[in-house]
């Protein structure tokens, strides 16, 4: 009776406080079987998030060429309807490889090769692409087609597509503000890259109006120059000039002649006094001295 009384009573307290206990588990019992009762058991209807998955693959890859550096799609194969038909992997837009059933991660490796200078010359370097499984390129090899005689030289801000000569010139002219990659490529000791410089500098500069500039040119050698210089036959009417009164600092400042500063200072000396009249006005700027002038006033235009 002793350990009955000892072990097995309670106080007032401890009496309110199994009662509670005892209702809570009473109450966790309860919610266990009703809640079930409580949901709705029809299945989830997911066709509106998956038309929004398609829209934000369709909107990344039509925005491919401006964010290719950003997007980043978790598929590793072929999941939508395509058709097959003849392409050139270093033409194909993306629009193009993804009807072909590519998928967007895949579409991403082959057109960040190409943007860092790469080129297909091949199947087989097609390939090479990491995330092109070995199914989809047996898929897709029928109707690779590539043009060899007509690469395109790359890099990742220049692209230029004359690659053959327009019209035929006597072996020992260099019509430079005309010619060619192919045509460069013909004369001893010139490569590719030099041949590619040649063009990439008279693209930037808008054309060449003497012969000294080559010799500005990335890789031209003195021995080298020496030997084209009384070759080369400059036509100006071809020269693409600035118009010093409607141009923008960014016009300006692409120019290889012209510094950012140099061309801020042209932009706020005309806000300040008014479209130049003549074009050694630009010599008042503050930063134009006169051997600037000299070497960009052929490029310059005030209509």
Known sequence: MYFANKYLSFNKKERKGIV????????????????????????????????????????????????????????????????????????????????LGLNPKTILNIKKYLKRGGVFKNKNDFKKIYGLSKTDFLLLEPYISINQSTYQF???????????????????????????????LKFDGMDTILAFNILKYRKALGGYYCNDQLSEVNGMKKEFFNRLKDMLIINQDSIKKINLNQCSINDLNKHPYLSYNQSNSIINFRIKHGDFKTLSDIKKCDLIDDKTFEKIHPYLDLN
């Open 154 to 184: 790359r890099n990742t801000k220049f692209i230029y597509d004359t690659c053959f000569i327009s019209k035929s010139h006597p072996a020992n002219e260099i019509r430079i503000n005309s010619v060619g990659l192919f045509y460069l």
């Open 20 to 99: 509670v206990f005892i209702s809570l588990i009473f109450s966790s019992f309860l919610f266990t079987y009703l809640s079930p009762l409580l949901v709705n058991k029809s299945p989830s209807d997911f066709s509106s998030f998956n038309t929004e998955i398609n829209a934000f693959l369709s909107d990344s890859l039509a925005s491919f060429d401006e964010n290719t550096d950003k997007l980043y799609v978790n598929k590793n194969s072929i999941t939508h309807n395509h058709k097959l038909f003849t392409f050139d992997p270093n033409k194909a837009s993306s629009e193009e490889l993804y009807s």
